[in-house]
């Protein structure tokens, strides 16, 4: 079991920078890939970033590639991302997640993840 705990979210203006932060209970933490997903209302929960186990594989989704950055510390049980250049169209509640999974292609579809955060607003103002 693990338990995530996302922070970090708020309201900033186009252009600045916010740093999300999700904190895991649990001792097996390093043996997840990590994923951040977003959703903004009325439309779909997307995918944002993923961090392999090890840190060693990122992947992003192409809105916000080269603008966010996702990283994390095991012997912290977090991972983070890191918001630059934000736009209005990043406006959503962020949520981080869990897999327990090896298979690359899974870590992009949000049905395939074990746990769930809670989730934090992000509101970027024009």
């Known amino acids: 079991q693990v338990q995530l705990v996302e922070s970090g979210g708020g309201l900033v203006q186009a252009g600045g920078s916010l740093r999300l932060s999700c904190a895991a209970s649990?001792?097996?933490?390093?043996?997840?890939?990590m994923g951040w997903f977003r959703q903004a209302p009325g439309t779909e929960r997307e995918f944002v970033s993923v961090?392999?186990?090890?840190?060693?594989?990122?992947y992003y989704a192409d809105s916000v590639k080269g603008r966010f950055t996702i990283s994390r510390d095991n012997a912290k049980n977090t991972v983070y991302l890191q918001m630059n250049s934000l736009k209005p169209e990043d406006t959503a509640v962020y949520y981080c997640?869990?897999?327990?999974?090896?298979?690359?292609?899974?870590?992009?579809?949000?049905?395939?993840?074990?746990?769930w955060g809670q989730g934090t607003q992000v509101t970027v103002s024009s």
């Open positions: 961090i392999s186990w090890n840190g060693g594989i990122t």
């Open positions: 649990g001792r097996t933490f390093s043996s997840y890939t």
């Open positions: 997640a869990a897999v327990a999974s090896y298979d690359r292609s899974s870590w992009l579809q949000y049905s395939r993840y074990n746990y």
